[in-house]
């Protein structure tokens, strides 16, 4: 069973105090804590070295973090991107290369202890020893098999089917890229920083809005100390924090000018809920329909427009 000294942080942060307090606050939890001040140091510090997760701040003196986010993530460190400049429009663009998370300053430093264990021991900091594989539903879970059963009654018998747990991420993916036609099963953390161009991904099923779980206590805390506040956790943080990764997991469907696909998101809130409509705007301009002789259509044509329907239209 792995401990935190098995584990290596890395902060990247040019504000000294916030810097040298987290590093403090994760070495006292038994944590290994290398610290830089800007993207070239923290470059070096990594350099032969597994960063198992990074914390870096979006504003470095010599690079952004999402510069040094593609470095890193190319190391296999989970990376969390934190800033004081917190937008959507940054958050998702950071999630979709690759950052795992996004916090906002300021921030409760126990707030990235529990962060740091659920991305060290829950299977997130990709390889570690003892985490199971890609951190999400496993090949032989109940859940895994009951969908598997349900999908194997409906498809075709020739279409391949892929599991999340069954390799590793890389290898799934590459099976997937090169079957061309195949139907591939995750969790909600098994599409971060997922590329597959072209017609290998033509369809994206969500099944649920992307709500974090309401027994993670990193988010109860947030909640917790939003309410202390006077102010609303649901609007101010909840439902932004679910825009985000749900835009992130749109953004698996088009990655360039060329793709085309469907993107199908099965939870009634979407329309019986008056977040709904936030939702509905935020996601990139497409026609939307609850009609599946359209969604057959589209399929049908070569070149589709697209353009927003309001919710409701559909």
Not at 80 to 103: S, W
Not at 178 to 189: F, K, M, P, T
Not at 210 to 225: G, H, K, Q, S
Request: glycine letters at 8%.
């Amino acid at each position: 069973m792995p401990e935190r000294s098995d584990f290596t942080i890395l902060i990247a942060d040019d504000e000294e105090g916030m810097r040298l307090g987290l590093q403090k606050t994760l070495s006292l939890e038994g944590y290994r804590v290398l610290t830089a001040a800007t993207a070239a140091e923290a470059r070096e510090a990594a350099r032969g070295r597994r960063v198992h997760c990074a914390f870096v701040d979006l504003k470095l003196p010599d690079a952004s973090g999402t510069e040094l986010l593609a470095s890193l993530r190319a190391g296999e460190s989970a990376v969390v991107i934190i800033t004081a400049y917190a937008t959507v429009d940054t958050a998702v663009r950071a999630m979709k290369l690759g950052a795992v998370d996004y916090l906002q300053k300021p921030f409760d430093n126990q707030d990235i202890v529990t962060l740091a264990d659920r991305l060290c021991f829950g299977g997130r900091a990709q390889g570690e020893a003892g985490a199971a594989p890609d951190g999400g539903l496993i090949a032989d879970s109940p859940e895994m098999k009951r969908i598997v059963s349900t999908l194997r009654k409906v498809m075709d018998s020739d279409i391949p089917l892929l599991l999340q747990g069954e390799g590793s991420r890389t290898e799934l993916l590459e099976r997937f890229r090169r079957l061309g036609n195949a139907v591939l099963i995750g969790s909600q953390s098994f599409w971060e920083g997922v590329d597959v161009r072209g017609e290998a991904l033509s369809l994206v099923v969500i099944d649920k809005l992307p709500f974090a779980p309401p027994d993670d206590p990193l988010l109860a805390a947030r909640i917790e100390r939003i309410r202390r506040e006077g102010r609303n956790a649901f609007f101010e943080f909840q439902l932004p924090q679910a825009v985000i990764t749900l835009k992130q997991g749109a953004g698996r469907l088009i990655r360039d000018e060329t793709d085309r696909g469907v993107l199908m998101i099965c939870d009634p809130r979407l329309f019986s809920k008056g977040y709904g409509r936030r939702i509905l705007a935020s996601l990139p301009a497409m026609k939307g329909t609850r009609n599946i002789a359209e969604v057959i259509a589209f399929f049908g044509r070569a070149d589709t427009a697209y353009t927003r329907v309001p919710a409701g239209n559909e």
